[in-house]
């Protein structure tokens, strides 16, 4: 029985992947046990399940009518498991997580590691990156994300607390080049900015109505990793817009002073996201609830 749940398992997922490869990496397997799997479960059924070329995979039509009903029959199972689950105290079972790559690592990460420590039971898995991935199409329990969210009909989220933006620069180069008072005074200063591909972005504060500025700071200096911005600013290079967290230990002892400090400081507001499900896991439920009670604090540096 389990070998047989084992093939439709595999078989829903190289349907939804669109191959059997990306199958394996979303289950933990080599491709070779999804492709065996599948072909068991093509034998035990006496049909063709897929329609295969060296270029792509499709359904076949018995295979589309497999399908539907797999997925309804893993359906009633999940919710069944949920159910169970949601009545236990200790989370167990692998947690996937999707975290920005530098909040992930600074503020996230950390309370996850606590968390599996906590619950021997519990696996976690963190996947570090700044796109916003599909939580359904690759299968995570769940996203952490600094970001305005986007309408999504079978995600959840709540709410974790907002990113502080602040300016800010080290002592040396403050004495070279004096301390901006205003946003207009920033065109006389060099920066180091955050930029992909020739595309720097620009630094954004409230005005005061709800709404933003968007301000182009002079730069020579571009990167698309935040902490070697920090780094940067330290050895003087310039301006930096950063978030607080990631200064905050640089502004305490000194290597970095925050200016402008009248102007109103932007914030990223920051997500917990997961797929909507009438049972929700007690795993996904203890990651949240610790993300709830813990980011706030990493925030504040």
């Excluded at 068991?40 to 589309?64: K, N, V």
């Excluded at 990156?129 to 995600?155: N, Q």
Aim: charged share 25%; net charge neutral.
């Amino acid at each position: 029985m389990m070998e047989r749940l084992s093939g439709v398992v595999a078989f829903v997922q190289a349907a939804e992947a669109g191959s059997f490869a990306l199958a394996a990496e979303r289950m933990g397997l080599s491709r070779s046990a999804v492709a065996k799997s599948i072909a068991r479960l093509e034998a035990r059924l006496e049909t063709r399940l897929f329609l295969r070329t060296t270029r792509r995979q499709s359904l076949t039509e018995d295979g589309q009518a497999f399908y539907e009903r797999c997925v309804r029959a893993l359906a009633e199972l999940e919710a069944g498991t949920a159910a169970l689950d949601s009545g236990r105290r200790a989370p167990t079972g692998r947690l996937r997580v999707s975290a920005p790559v530098m909040f992930g690592r600074h503020c996230a990460a950390p309370l996850l590691w606590e968390l599996a420590h906590q619950h021997p039971g519990l696996e976690v898995e963190v996947s570090f990156s700044d796109r916003v991935v599909d939580l359904i199409e690759e299968a995570y329990d769940l996203a952490v994300r600094v970001a305005p969210l986007a309408d999504h009909a079978g995600l959840t989220a709540r709410r974790l607390g907002a990113q502080e933006m602040l300016v800010c620069a080290s002592p040396a180069y403050l004495a070279r080049h004096g301390h901006p008072a205003t946003l207009g005074e920033l065109d006389g200063h060099e920066a180091v900015v955050y930029g992909r591909n020739g595309i720097s972005k620009p630094w954004r504060f409230p005005d005061g109505q709800g709404g933003e500025k968007l301000v182009s700071v002079p730069s020579r200096l571009r990167f698309d990793d935040v902490e070697t911005i920090a780094d940067a600013a330290v050895q003087g290079a310039g301006l930096a817009w950063l978030p607080s967290w990631l200064v905050a230990e640089r502004l305490r002892d000194g290597r970095l002073v925050a200016v402008l400090e009248e102007e109103r400081r932007y914030g990223n507001e920051i997500y917990a996201v997961w797929p909507r499900n009438n049972h929700l896991p007690s795993k996904v439920r203890a990651a949240i609830d610790v993300l709830v009670a813990r980011i706030p604090e990493r925030l504040s540096g």
